[in-house]
């Protein structure tokens, strides 16, 4: 009888305490902080590097860092309908949507970068010092370049495993996280194009068009919904966010904060989490 | 009787042709063009259409406005083909001819 006790009151007690947990988690509370204002920029890509955005202004087909305030300080131009860039290494991966091509600037100067397995429409792209991964639009697919090899995520279709124009994508702990934007949701594949997790598909996403990963969430911007969501890494919903926002196309985590790039109004939503 | 139709359809062809010829200006309404991936997708597609020059997005309106090269002919068929490759349903398409309209209200 008294182990039967022990056993209910040990049950009872993980119950709580995981409900605890639970709870914490949902209530992050990321806080809308200011509105940076773009001059004549109209952003589809959105990365941030030190107190310094860069941005793809898609109808001046340009790339654009400017300081927090929204000053330009770099400009790149005759980059053709620039889309959802990357930064590593001081590097900045474009791709250049017209031509097919991903347009790398490094010190200065913009040259094609290599690509084994030429995309059609690339949306969005990602380097690490393994791999460069590119959205192909009109593909329906990711193509994760690595080394020499050619590795394909997706194909088009509205299941599991498959994509409908995907727009961005990120990739953390060797796990690819596609915006799989006309499915409506997030998808996460490993490198062998297993998917892992289908995420948002009951959240009326309304576009998915971009998504940072950070060490806890997964952020995506809701086109049509002005809204940015939040996802714990298990893709549960802890919250959204939805003022301040008109027609999100790109999110950029930084320094406890979040970079929102509205298409609609050519500004930036800065988001902090709450102390 | 035959060559009666053959006559009607050489007509025909030429008439469609004339048209086509005299038009230096095509303007394309879409559904679903505020979205960047979308318009810029479609104008990635409509201008691998030779004979396109320029081509013009409002996104407000749901427009495309397409500059043709003087003298070159596009067809409407080849214009749907395209829009739905973009992933869109075609809707109004209309050519017009600019310069005329200039020289009628000279």
Redesign the interface.
Known sequence: MLKILCLLFTGLFTFVSCKDSEKSEINPEWKFVRTIKLNDI?P?GLQAEGNFLWISD?KNNRVIKTNLNGEVVKEYSDIK?P?HLSVYNSKVFVPE??SDKIIIIENGYAEEYPLQEKPE?P?GVFVNDSLIAVAD??NHRIVLQINNENIILGKAGHNKGELY?P?DLTIRNDKVYVAD??NNRVQVFDYKGNSLKVIGEKDKIN?A?GIEVTAKNIFVTD??GSRILIYNLDGILIETLKDNFN?P?DVTYHNNAIFVSN?GDNTVSVIHLAD | MQSRRRKSIVIFIFCVTTVFAQSNEVTVRVDGL?????A??L??KL?DIKGVENINIDIEEGLIILKIVEGKIISEEELREKIRDA?FTPKEIVFTNKDKKTREKE
Do not use: I
């Open positions: 109209t589809t898609v309908r889309m949507y017209p429409a949306a639009f009109y124009y727009t934007a006309y576009v068009t086109f049509e027609h196309t298409y | 505020s979205c960047p991936f979308c810029y997708g104008e990635k201008n992933g």
